[in-house]
Structure formats: C-alpha cells, structure tokens
Nanobody, 119 residues
Framework: QVQLVESGGGLVQAGGSLRLSCINS????????MGWFRQAPGKEREFVAR????????DYADSVKGRFTISRDSAKNTVYLQMNSLKPEDTAVYYC????????????WGQGTQVTVSS
C-alpha cells in the first residue's frame, strides 16, 4: 500500500533554501513517475516538478525553473525537492504524488508539508 509522507518544510527567509523529502512508507517508488505540487492559500493546487521512473527525465513549472531541483533515491524510496532562492510567492503547502502507470494520473498523495517564505 502506497503511503507518501512529506517532510522538510518550514519557515525560511527570502533567498534561503529548503529540501523537501517524500518517502513511501508502504513500499517502493522506483516504478513510478513522481511529482511535487503546491497549494497556496486561496489558490488551486499547481504542478511544481516531476521526475521519471528512472530519474533521467525531469520537468518543472516555469515559476521554479532554475531554482528548484527534483531528484530521487530509489534505494531509499525517497523523492526530494531542493528549493533554492526561495521567494515569498513560493509559500504554500507542498505535496508529493505518485503517478499511475496505467492512467498517467496522480493517484496517491501525501499529507503535505508547509513552506513559508518571509520577505
């Protein structure tokens, strides 16, 4: 059973960095494309980044390109989101998600971790 657990959020000043982690406590993530999403107060959830099953292909939202890096460690069943040069507009709850091999939809979600960037 897939159980995604995010960690690493917190309060940081603008220009600072955080690294988010997402582990599947229910088993392996190595066969799945994984994504990070975020939802700011009063806004819809939005795509941030994704990484392919083998970790070779990545994709980013334009708003985070050049600042965020998604990676994965299959041996640790963990996906990471390194966030540098953080801006106040990056403030949101960040979620990791697993994409279904069959439907290409993100079907498993973590509980989220809060990231707050102060100006």
């Amino acid at each position: 059973q897939v159980q995604l657990v995010e960690s690493g959020g917190g309060l940081v000043q603008a220009g600072g960095s955080l690294r988010l982690s997402c582990i599947n406590s229910g088993g392996t993530l190595s066969v799945s494309t994984m994504g990070w999403f975020r939802q700011a107060p009063g806004k819809e959830r939005e795509f941030v980044a994704r990484i392919s099953r083998n970790g070779v292909d990545t994709d980013y939202a334009d708003s985070v390109k050049g600042r965020f890096t998604i990676s994965r460690d299959s041996a640790k069943n963990t996906v990471y989101l390194q966030m540098n040069s953080l801006k106040p507009e990056d403030t949101a709850v960040y979620y990791c998600a697993r994409r279904s091999l069959l439907t290409a939809q993100y079907i498993n979600w973590g509980q989220g971790t809060q990231v707050t960037v102060s100006s």
